[in-house]
């Protein structure tokens, strides 16, 4: 069991190491992103340039949360009723949106223009998305079993099925 969880340590100090070295990156990132902007003329390419730019600092947050996941933060137990009441009309926007996304696709100067249909369709999948993510959000908490915790829950489900066997007899 020592092994298991001094293991367990290392692998979690090195991949806290990974993300927060993956977050100075995306930093980096934004930071060339906006330079590069400030040097471009063609408005369609700074705000190309715009949503990868977005899209880094997308990253950073993902790459916080996972971290502060691991370090054993709660999500959301002390909030969670209130937060769900809260996303309700979240959820409905982008359900609406998804929605929307189906008749803008089908128009034809969407469908006929390759680079605005990939755009129009990276927005839907994006939409997509949010919508599962606040779904999920509002549904169930996040949280992390160590190993040393799953042998006792094992050991809770054995115990359960050996009395449901028992109780079968």
Same mark, same amino acid.
């Given at each position: 069991?020592?092994? /298991?969880?001094? +293991?367990?340590?290392?692998?979690?100090?090195?991949?806290?190491?990974?993300? !927060?070295?993956?977050?100075?990156?995306?930093?980096?990132? &934004?930071? =060339?992103?906006?330079?590069?902007?400030?040097?471009?003329? !063609?408005?369609? &390419?700074?705000? =190309?340039?715009?949503?990868?730019?977005?899209?880094?600092?997308?990253?950073? %947050? *993902?790459?916080?949360?996972?971290?502060?996941?691991?370090?054993?933060? %709660? *999500? @959301?137990?002390?909030?969670?009723?209130?937060?769900?009441? +809260?996303?309700?009309?979240? *959820?409905?926007?982008?359900?609406?949106?998804?929605? +929307?996304?189906?008749? /803008?696709?089908?128009?034809?100067?969407?469908?006929?223009?390759?680079?605005?249909?990939?755009?129009?369709?990276?927005?839907?999948?994006?939409?997509?998305?949010?919508?599962?993510?606040?779904?999920?959000?509002?549904?169930?908490?996040?949280?992390?079993?160590?190993?040393?915790?799953? &042998?006792? /829950?094992?050991?809770? @489900?054995?115990?359960?099925?050996?009395?449901?066997?028992?109780?079968?007899?």
């Amino acid at each position: 069991m020592q092994q /298991i969880k001094e +293991r367990e340590e290392r692998e979690k100090a090195d991949l806290m190491d990974l993300l !927060s070295k993956q977050i100075q990156v995306e930093g980096e990132l &934004v930071g =060339l992103y906006d330079k590069t902007v400030e040097e471009i003329k !063609s408005p369609p &390419v700074k705000h =190309l340039l715009h949503m990868i730019r977005m899209d880094s600092m997308k990253h950073i %947050d *993902i790459f916080q949360v996972a971290m502060e996941v691991l370090q054993g933060d %709660d *999500i @959301l137990k002390p909030e969670k009723k209130e937060l769900a009441e +809260r996303l309700k009309r979240h *959820i409905e926007l982008e359900k609406d949106s998804i929605e +929307r996304s189906k008749q /803008i696709l089908k128009n034809t100067w969407i469908s006929e223009i390759k680079g605005l249909k990939e755009l129009m369709e990276k927005w839907r999948d994006d939409e997509k998305e949010h919508h599962r993510a606040l779904m999920k959000l509002t549904e169930k908490e996040f949280f992390r079993v160590s190993p040393t915790e799953w &042998v006792g /829950i094992f050991q809770d @489900l054995e115990e359960r099925y050996a009395k449901y066997e028992r109780k079968k007899s």
